[in-house]
């Protein structure tokens, strides 16, 4: 091979390294908009298909015209606080049964341990997570911010019903809070 050659060889695999650069550049831009645009996307997916258990952000409208007696519902309740928050967070009772299409209001306690004030809120989920879009929240204490000064404690509560339209292979539905602090957030 002489001088001619090798510069041309040279000069060729330039080229296709710098393409090939270029795709790996453009390769990691678009990894990077999908990686961004997920959360949005899967935003919008749950609220389509009622997955991920997550329910009404704010109060609707009791809207059933009918109750169906001859068909219970079992709802659960469960608590949870997140990490570092000092408050004791429960519900008053576990479960209830209802019947779909009926209202029904239930109590949760808390009490801000900690010797300063604090503002939490709560964030609910239901599982199944297709049963999200058959539970409608009337009043809920997680619609607002829940400021507690230190070593108050209150009882808040939730005015809910279940659709009449609830699948009938679902008899149970687990409401879950998470109990986080936004005392910064809420200054």
């Not at 808390?110 to 009043?139: C, R, W």
Request: aromatic content about 10%; charged content about 20%.
């Amino acid at each position: 091979m002489n001088d001619t050659e090798q510069n041309q060889a040279a000069t060729e695999s330039r080229n296709n390294n710098s393409k090939t650069v270029k795709k790996l550049l453009l390769v990691v831009l678009a990894m990077f908009g999908f990686g961004f645009a997920l959360v949005p996307l899967y935003d919008v997916f749950c609220d389509i298909t009622g997955l991920n258990g997550k329910t009404n952000k704010t109060a609707v409208a009791y809207t059933a015209t009918t109750i169906d007696k001859s068909r219970t519902v079992t709802v659960q309740f469960i608590t949870r606080n997140a990490q570092g928050i000092p408050w004791i967070f429960e519900p008053v009772i576990n479960e209830i049964t209802v019947h779909p299409g009926e209202i029904t209001l239930v109590s949760f306690y808390a009490k801000n341990k900690a010797s300063y004030d604090m503002t939490a809120q709560a964030v609910p989920s239901v599982s199944p997570g297709l049963a999200a879009n058959y539970f409608h929240k009337i009043e809920c204490f997680c619609f607002t911010q829940q400021p507690l000064r230190a070593a108050e404690e209150v009882e808040m509560t939730l005015q809910f019903y279940v659709d009449v339209e609830l699948p009938e292979d679902i008899n149970t539905l687990t409401l879950s809070y998470t109990l986080y602090d936004i005392t910064e957030k809420s200054s």
